[in-house]
């Protein structure tokens, strides 16, 4: 199991050529979702006849507390409601940059339907089986799992309706570089939809970016324009960025 993998580090992006960068390493929500599966086997044994032995999300324990974090996130955050905000649909062909084990991928593919599908990207092989997994407890079939890397997500070029990065942004290690491959996967006429949580000021810790002026500075690097800002979302530090190919 590759419980220790992190996720894309933040490399902070200064004003001038010459800025310095500097490297936080830091785990993914998949990352500790992981670590808390396998210390979760440790203490409680194997499943039943080894039927689970190397599928640690499939322990009974383990989904609870994964279920128990999603309500606590819905409850806080409310995020499926970007659906309705940026209008998705029956039969779309949508995209996730960074799904991780499926929170905001599985309300996609519950919104489009059979007759659409899903492209979740992630770089944890892992987080992509349990996933799946998930997807097939639920009966959705219309999900395909792309292993990516830190600098490119491998999603089909020109296909994609609508491509989202659900609290991912902020982890990306070449957020420029990313951002213009996430761009030409697009179909013309396509989106990117970016969800984060954004604050007042940076904290002067963190090395990863917290402020809108800092969403908006990186992305003023790209091929993107914003095109919308929403903050609609109950909770009043959710921002959504709409993005579309300057």
């Not at 639920?138 to 491509?163: C, F, H, Q, W, Y």
């Not at 989202?164 to 396509?190: C, I, N, Q, W, Y």
């Not at 007042?200 to 090395?207: I, N, P, Q, V």
């Amino acid at each position: 199991m590759d419980i220790l993998k992190v996720r894309p580090r933040w490399k902070s992006v200064g004003a001038g050529e010459g800025s310095r960068r500097l490297v936080l390493p830091l785990l993914s929500l998949a990352g500790v979702a992981a670590l808390l599966g396998f210390l979760l086997l440790t203490v409680g044994g194997e499943s039943p006849a080894g039927q689970n032995k190397g599928r640690f999300w499939m322990d009974a324990g383990y989904q609870q507390n994964v279920e128990a974090e999603e309500r606590k996130r819905d409850a806080e955050y409310d995020e499926g409601r970007v659906l309705d905000i940026v209008g998705v649909k029956s039969g779309m062909t949508v995209g996730e940059v960074g799904a991780g084990n499926g929170y905001f991928t599985l309300k996609l593919a519950s919104r489009v339907g059979p007759s659409g599908r899903i492209y979740a990207n992630d770089i944890l092989g892992g987080a992509l089986a349990e996933l799946q997994d998930r997807a097939k407890k639920r009966n959705l079939s219309n999900i395909m799992a792309i292993l990516g890397t830190e600098t490119d997500p491998r999603l089909p070029p020109s296909k994609l309706e609508i491509v989202f990065l659900v609290r991912t942004f902020h982890d990306l290690s070449e957020p420029v570089v990313m951002m213009d491959r996430v761009a030409a996967s697009l179909k013309p006429g396509g989106k990117i939809v970016i969800v984060e949580v954004e604050y007042e000021a940076h904290d002067g810790k963190s090395l990863r970016p917290m402020t809108r002026r800092q969403y908006l500075d990186i992305l003023a690097g790209t091929r993107l324009a914003v095109e919308r800002i929403d903050k609609s979302l109950p909770n009043p530090r959710s921002l959504v960025l709409v993005l579309a190919p300057k």
